[in-house]
């Protein structure tokens, strides 16, 4: 937390408001967190009860809307979800924002997630797509991030976001350039209970999102490519396969669902790069109307 916390403050466009939401925190967070309350003005602490229990998915967007809803949002531009667990280079917010005025189509986007090798120190891709922003750090465009009808409440809301953005003819989009690379302190796909159960909880999401199984499949051999190889990969599935044969509830919105299934079979035949870079050009119209 304390690397997060400097990297903000160090920051060469800082907030203009950081509301930082304390789940109840009982070690020494809430003493460091009004530390730097009482050096920064532009931080703001507020505190929730503790649920007990960790909870991912729908428990950080919980958190993020407890501070979202007691801020009037209209006064800014950008709204920035942002984990406690990360550690930005010092033009982060700066290029960001640069980008999104140079391009006013982009609705959210973000730099990319790297985790270090504790073995060997090296630092290692979460091999994040580029159409998508990190959901550990998703910038956005208000006025866009207003229109999607902001996050859903439940796993894969990271992936949902940036979907509904496209299909309303915004851009998604992350860069992986070396004043937007960030580490990530807790690699994506981790738990409590490990990265197995994680990256199950992923295939859950996926599940839910609406994700057809033959490109459910698809990523799933991807991942395996890469760390943690073969198990990753495989618990991503097996999760997705789990859910659908417990019959899950899944996603309602059957008009977004259809527009992620056609994008991710467009996906397949014509890689990922092709289909986006063809999507977003079709859908320019939907943004201008």
Known sequence: MLDTLESVVKQSVLPALWVIVDDGSTDQTPEILRDYAARYPFIQIITRENRGHRSVGPGVIEAFYHGYDQVDVKQFDYVCKFDLDLELPVRYFEVLIQRMEENPRIGTCSGKAYFEDKKTGTLISEKCGDEMSVGMTKFYRRECFEEIGGFVRQVMWDGIDCHKCRQL???AVSWDEPDLNFIHL???GSSQQGIFTGRMRHGFGQYFMGTSLLYMTASS??????????IGGFAMLWGYIKSMLQRKPRFEDAELVDFIRAYQWRCLLKGKKQATLELNEQQAKVWKS
């Open 221 to 230: 051999v991807f991942r395996m490519l890469h760390p943690p190889y073969i």
């Open 169 to 171: 003819g915004w851009i």
């Open 186 to 188: 807790r690699p994506m």
